[in-house]
């Protein structure tokens, strides 16, 4: 194995800086990652460690909302500023990408912000000899998303969760990017060996779609999955899988568990686990007393835990909080939980006779390909 290259991400907790964090803890045969916290901004001292340390920068960090909009400007610049001054002073040249947005180009000044943050960065990389890499971002959008700043589309999940009523404003076509999607791109650049010390690239969107387009889709995951307990026909790789792992990252834990409807007569009982959709995998599971299956988390998979046997302790952990959810289920009143992505999860047989549970995941299992990342919740 070669060197890991060091990478650091300003904006590190925000939305995007979190999923690219996650998404390179999934390539840590080739990084190793820089922690930043944002009060190294106002600690010199702390600001200079993180530039030397740093083989690549990732400049994410940035406000793009307030009511007053020359504090927005400002604050983008200044951080921007602080970053050309702290390598300047420890004499250091990381690699720099620039997260920039497709609103340089218009007349407001976050766009501003952005393409005069950009020259600044060029110039610096000019006069010392640096590499500067600017992406220019169409919309994105993803799970975990702040409703009402990061995305429409995490304010509308977010209101039909909670029941109310979105309201479309301009029902224009919006040109978008999924954030792993984005992901894949930085990642691609980080490890990236013959960039030109000064690059300016326009992403692509990956999907393009009608604002009231995209509500009647979240309406109907609201109807189908949220109300109807099914799984809508969501295909992998499809824009309308990302749309729904954003829209059920929006579901309060508590949520769960789900009690299953049984219908009993002399015969005994009939229980429906799942109604879906889109194609799947069924399988299940024998555990015995006081063993713990799991330990892993997902970056797409839709899937869900039914407990018909025994007792079951599920943990679920986002992999960037230290925030633990714990579920008890009893296979005497059957019920499921639903695995978000981006949570490592694992189930434990807390009682005395053998565990049965059974799984759903929204693909096919392939070895070369199962999407399954070890971590202890």
Not at 181 to 200: A, G
Not at 218 to 233: C, G, M, R, S, T
Not at 322 to 333: A, C, K, P, Q
Request: aromatic share 12%; glycine share 6%.
């Amino acid at each position: 194995m070669g060197q890991l290259i060091r990478v650091g991400i300003t904006g590190q907790g925000g939305f995007m800086g979190s999923h690219l964090y996650n998404f390179l803890g999934t390539k840590l045969e080739q990084i190793k990652r820089i922690d930043f916290k944002r009060n190294y901004f106002e600690d010199e001292s702390k600001l200079h460690n993180f530039v030397k340390s740093c083989d690549v920068i990732v400049h994410i960090a940035a406000i793009n909302r307030h009511e007053d909009e020359q504090v927005i400007y400002n604050t983008n610049i200044d951080l921007v500023k602080k970053i050309i001054n702290a390598c300047e002073a420890t004499k250091s040249t990381p690699k720099i990408i620039f997260s920039s947005s497709t609103q340089e180009e218009k007349d407001n000044l976050y766009g501003k912000s952005k393409r005069d943050g950009r020259k600044y960065f060029e110039a610096w990389a000019t006069n010392n000899n640096g590499q500067v890499t600017s992406f220019v971002i169409p919309n994105v959008f993803g799970p975990f998303g702040k409703p009402f700043y990061n995305s429409f589309i995490a304010t509308f999940s977010h209101q039909i969760i909670q029941g109310d009523e979105p309201k479309v404003v301009n029902d224009s076509a919006v040109n978008l990017i999924y954030v792993n999607e984005l992901s894949e791109v930085f990642y691609s650049e980080i490890v990236r060996k013959d960039s030109e010390n000064i690059e300016s690239h326009i992403i692509p969107h990956s999907s393009s779609h009608k604002v009231s387009e995209i509500l009647r889709l979240l309406k109907e995951f609201k109807n189908k999955y949220i109300d109807n307990a099914q799984v809508p026909n969501v295909n992998l790789g499809s824009f309308e899988l990302d749309l729904f792992n954003t829209f059920t990252s929006f579901i309060p834990r508590d949520y769960f568990p789900r009690k299953f409807t049984k219908h009993s007569d002399n015969r005994g009982a009939f229980v429906e686990i799942m109604r879906a959709g889109s194609p799947g995998q069924t399988s299940y599971s024998i555990t015995v007393p006081g063993i713990t299956r799991g330990n892993h988390y997902h970056t797409r998979k839709i899937e869900r835990f039914a407990v018909i046997s025994g007792k079951a302790l599920i943990q679920i952990r986002k992999i960037d909080s230290d925030e633990v959810f714990e579920y008890r289920l009893d296979g005497t009143e059957p019920a499921y939980i639903d695995m978000p992505i981006w949570y490592t999860h694992n189930i434990m047989n807390i009682g005395d006779t053998d565990l049965i549970t059974l799984f759903w995941i929204n693909e096919p299992y392939n070895p070369e390909d199962a999407d399954t990342y070890f971590v202890r919740v």
